[in-house]
Nanobody, 124 residues
Framework: QVQLAESGGGLVQAGGSLRLSCASS????????MGWFRQSPGKEREFVAA???????TNYADSVKGRFIITRENVKRMHLQMNNVKPEDTALYFC??????????????????WGTGTLVTVPS
């Protein structure tokens, strides 16, 4: 069973930066795609970014493209560098993993494995 643990959430001022990390464990998969979704109160969980097992293929939501950078440290650990954050980035950020490639990541119900979430707050 794939287990995912997020870290790095917190309070950050608009225009600032924050780095989220996610570590996977409990499995022997070497080709898992890992990524992030986020959810704000009253809204559906939305895709943020995904990266393939080698780190060579990425996919970003339009809302974060050019501001967020997803990287892969190794097959079990990845990071999300959040730059120039905005109040609308405030959400619970979930680490996720799945065998489908990053290009297929859009809908949360298509993703198999989830962390419990880390809160990011950007005051307006």
């Amino acid at each position: 069973q794939v287990q995912l643990a997020e870290s790095g959430g917190g309070l950050v001022q608009a225009g600032g930066s924050l780095r989220l990390s996610c570590a996977s464990s409990g499995h022997t998969f070497s080709t898992l795609t890992m990524g992030w979704f986020r959810q704000s109160p009253g809204k559906e969980r939305e895709f943020v970014a995904a990266i393939n097992w080698s780190g060579g293929i990425t996919n970003y939501a339009d809302s974060v493209k050019g501001r967020f950078i997803i990287t892969r440290e190794n097959v079990k650990r990845m990071h999300l560098q959040m730059n120039n954050v905005k109040p609308e980035d405030t959400a619970l950020y979930f680490c996720a993993a799945d065998l489908q490639p990053p290009s297929g990541w859009q809908l949360y119900y298509d993703i198999d494995y989830w962390g419990t979430g880390t809160l990011v707050t950007v005051p307006s």
